[in-house]
């Protein structure tokens, strides 16, 4: 049993769990028979009642959500309140330098955010603390790649550098190194092979052609398979060594000139990058199901980190893609298959190797150490349940400016935050259930700040948060991207409803409100239902914890422009400042202010409705229909692999992981 003070400062309630000698109790479970036991009975009766529900719902069912809905004029009241000014000043001062998680600069944004809720007249607003293990490169000296002749002379070398092109708002040194985080440091020269988007098919691909991995440098383009997987798998093969640029196929796709890219239009000039994590995983490395909290030990060192290939022991870098293609003219081999092509203006080629006997060597500088997070709380308290809560949350950690990831959401929570606080004191409306607002810290990487939460809060949490309301960024003014469990889906979707889309060539099309637009773009994918398609809460955000962690209902949702799937074109790059909103994503904030109003009609649903609005019969219709399927489709794999020992592996080690909590 582990005992420590209550982190929370006097006057909040909402997590607040007391002894008698006003400590919080940690109490790690026993590995017993009977623990055991009790999750096989959970997981029957939780099966059991799905099928019981299930029957019962497809003769009669009433749902949650046909309760009688909030009045109307209460979020409509404090939609109105939204204020554009204020949204357009609090993205200026909270992107003026680049802020990466554990650097002076970021804490200067903790003051800022910290300081506006304290001002909004939030309760008890404050920092939670955590000492956890972040990666950075050295910001004075760029890591590089170069071509080397065969008399060891530079052929070509990047410069390792982002150009600014708006100089006022780009002026930030610290911006233009291009790195990711966790990778190791280390010069490694060798032969070059392009493994695509470094996918199991690519690599199975490669292989089928006799082209070997091992101690080769990998050039592999950015998709939606996560660049922590393309680091696992350059690790696996045995590489010595990993590039990663984005095509103009994904983010250009008007063309490659000047004026078709960043400072006339929201696509990825030839010079930039995307920056991020490739640590897999989420929270401390260090501490996996338990908290980092100051000095308290930490069950994993850096170096069994490595030894386990937890984070990457090669070298890891992106390039800009006009260095991919100089790289693509100087390689040797076949020309590539159809689906290994992107869309520059040069011969695609396997590898291994460059021509003329020419060799890569890749130098990269990089450094893992302990820095202080922090997270800002703060609360509306409610005057029914109190002890109650939605937890409303949004990150303000970024890889250099962060005016759309994360900001454009920091900001419209801050802007959400006032009017409801405003509301309230014009009014004398308080909400019956609380209202917890969260700024996570070091979620770029890996989702840290808020999973050390979680992993802290753990049993406060699964008692009292009726739902987990988490955005992340405004990523374009075309379409909605819902998420959502299916016991709280209809919440979306109704709030959707209720809010006009801003984007006046979608309402000449039609499409007058938000839920319109998101059907349109993503309509469903089975014949159960008519409403929009909504993807299984997965990673990418902090509502993970919360959900796959603690079963907590989350709801989650971003804007997005439909030509760069699965981000925006700018993602993670040195652009990612006010300019790109005000001149080009969202010029009058009007989508920043359609999603506050979203925001506000959720979070009036959780807190106003008498019976909490959960739809079970989603619940089981998705169960019955697309879970249960999966599963089984699972099994039948399972059962027919040829090793079978290896394809349990993970479900082990996650058994395992149970046994210790």
Not at 154 to 169: A, L, Q
């Amino acid at each position: 049993m582990i005992t420590v003070r209550n982190r929370f400062t006097s006057g909040c309630n909402c997590l607040k769990s007391q002894n008698k000698n006003n400590e919080k109790m940690f109490q790690k479970a026993r590995k017993t028979k009977s623990f055991q036991a009790k999750i096989v009975a959970a997981v029957l009766a939780i099966i059991a009642a799905a099928g019981l529900v299930g029957f019962a719902t497809h003769k009669e069912f009433r749902s949650a959500s046909a309760s009688p809905p909030i009045k109307p004029p209460l979020a409509k009241s404090v939609r109105e309140l939204i204020n554009v000014d204020n949204l357009r000043s609090t993205l200026h001062a909270l992107t003026k330098k680049a802020h990466v998680a554990g650097t002076e600069n970021n804490l200067r944004v903790a003051e800022i955010i910290k300081d506006k809720m304290i001002s909004q007249g939030l309760e008890n607003v404050h920092f939670n603390e955590y000492n956890v293990l972040l990666s950075y490169p050295n910001w004075t000296t760029p890591n590089h790649v170069e071509i080397l002749g065969e008399d060891m002379k530079t052929v070509h070398k990047t410069t390792g550098r982002s150009i600014s092109i708006i100089k006022e708002e780009q002026n930030d040194p610290f911006s233009e190194i291009q790195w990711l985080a966790y990778s190791a440091a280390g010069v490694v020269e060798g032969e070059i092979v392009y493994v695509n988007r470094g996918t199991p098919k690519d690599i199975e691909h490669l292989e089928s052609m006799g082209i070997d991995l091992k101690d080769k440098i990998l050039l592999a383009r950015y998709s939606s398979n996560f660049r922590g997987n393309i680091a696992k798998m350059a690790v696996k093969k045995g590489a010595k060594g990993c590039l990663i640029y984005s095509d103009p196929m994904q983010v250009a796709s008007m063309g490659t000139l000047p004026n078709q890219t960043y400072g006339f239009t929201d696509k990825m000039p030839s010079h930039a990058v995307q920056r991020g994590t490739v640590f897999i995983g989420f929270g401390d490395p260090r501490t996996p199901a338990f908290p980092s909290i100051g000095d308290l030990y930490k069950e994993k060192t850096e170096q069994e980190l490595l030894d386990e290939k937890k984070i990457p022991t090669i070298p890891m870098l992106p390039i800009p893609y006009a260095d991919a293609k100089i790289i693509f003219e100087h390689m040797k081999g076949d020309e590539v298959i159809a689906d290994f092509k992107g869309r520059m203006n040069v011969t695609y080629r396997y590898g291994p190797g460059l021509i003329k006997n020419q060799k890569l060597r890749m130098t990269v500088h990089a450094k893992n150490e302990e820095r202080k997070i922090q997270n800002i709380l703060g609360y509306i308290r409610g005057n029914e349940e109190p002890e109650k809560f939605v937890l409303v949350s949004n990150h303000y950690d970024a890889w250099t400016y962060g005016a759309v990831d994360p900001n454009s959401g920091t900001t419209t929570l801050l802007e959400v935050s006032r009017a409801l606080k405003a509301y309230q004191n014009s009014t004398g409306w308080t909400p019956a259930r609380s209202i917890l607002f969260a700024h996570w810290d070091a979620e770029e990487y890996g989702l840290i700040g808020s999973t050390e939460f979680s992993e802290e809060y753990r049993v406060q949490l699964m008692r009292r948060a009726v739902a987990v309301v988490n955005m992340d960024l405004i990523g374009g003014n075309q379409s909605l991207i819902g998420i959502a469990n299916p016991t709280v889906l209809n919440v979306l979707r109704e709030a959707s409803m209720k809010v006009e889309h801003p984007n006046p060539s979608e309402v000449e099309n039609g499409r007058s409100t938000m839920y319109e637009s998101w059907k349109y773009f993503e309509p469903s994918r089975n014949n159960r239902s008519t409403h929009p398609y909504s993807r299984i809460p997965a990673g990418g955000s902090d509502h993970l914890s919360f959900f796959d962690y603690l079963g907590i209902p989350i709801v989650f949702f971003v804007t997005s422009s439909l030509d760069a799937p699965p981000t925006y074109p700018l993602y993670h790059t040195i652009y990612e400042t006010p300019y790109l909103i005000e001149k080009i994503l969202d010029p009058e904030f009007k989508m920043h202010k359609a999603i506050a109003g979203m925001f506000i009609e959720i979070i009036l649903k959780f807190t106003e409705s008498k019976i909490l609005p959960y739809d079970l019969k989603e619940l089981m219709d998705d169960t019955v229909f697309d879970y249960l399927p999966r599963i089984q489709a699972h099994l039948r794999q399972a059962q027919n692999s040829s090793n079978l020992v290896s394809y349990l592996a993970p479900g082990q080690k996650q058994f395992e992981l149970l046994e210790k909590l």
